[in-house]
C-alpha cells in the first residue's frame, strides 16, 4: 500500500503529501500546518512543492486521484523529509506508520 504512494519525482523518490495525512490519519492541512510551524526542519532535499506542470502531470498519470480540488500546489516528501514528519506529528500512529514508510523506501 505505501510502496504504490511512492513516486519519483525530480529524481527524488517521494510521498504526496495527501497521501502521506491519508496515512497518518490526519487532514492534509493538518499535516502541512504542522510542517509550516516547523518549517526550518524541512529543507528543500526533504520536501519541495510540486510546479503546475508536475502536478498537472500527476494528475493525468493517476486517473483516480485523491488529491481533488486543491486550492495550492501539493508538497512532495524525500524519505528524509517524512522521517522528520514523527518529530512534528506527535502520536503513536506517526511513529507507527513512520516506521513502514522508512522500509517502504528501502
Same mark, same amino acid.
Given at each position: 500500500m505505501i510502496e504504490k504512494r511512492i513516486l519519483l519525482?525530480?529524481?527524488h523518490r517521494v510521498i504526496i503529501d495527501a497521501d502521506l495525512a491519508e496515512l497518518?490519519? /490526519?487532514e492534509a492541512k493538518e499535516l502541512?500546518?504542522? /510542517?509550516?510551524?516547523?518549517?526550518s526542519r524541512f529543507p528543500p532535499d526533504f520536501m519541495f512543492q510540486l510546479t503546475p506542470s508536475e502536478f498537472q502531470n500527476l494528475r493525468s498519470q493517476i486517473v483516480t486521484s485523491s488529491w481533488g480540488g486543491r486550492r495550492?500546489?501539493?508538497?512532495?516528501?524525500?524519505e528524509q523529509g517524512v522521517?522528520?514528519?514523527?518529530? /512534528?506529528?506527535?502520536?503513536?500512529?506517526?511513529i507507527r506508520v513512520n516506521i513502514e514508510i522508512?522500509?517502504?523506501f528501502v
Open positions: 519525482i525530480r529524481g497518518y490519519s /490526519v502541512n500546518q504542522a /510542517v509550516r510551524r516547523n518549517h495550492y500546489l501539493p508538497y512532495a516528501f524525500t522521517a522528520m514528519l514523527s518529530s /512534528v506529528l506527535h502520536s503513536d500512529r506517526a522508512m522500509r517502504a
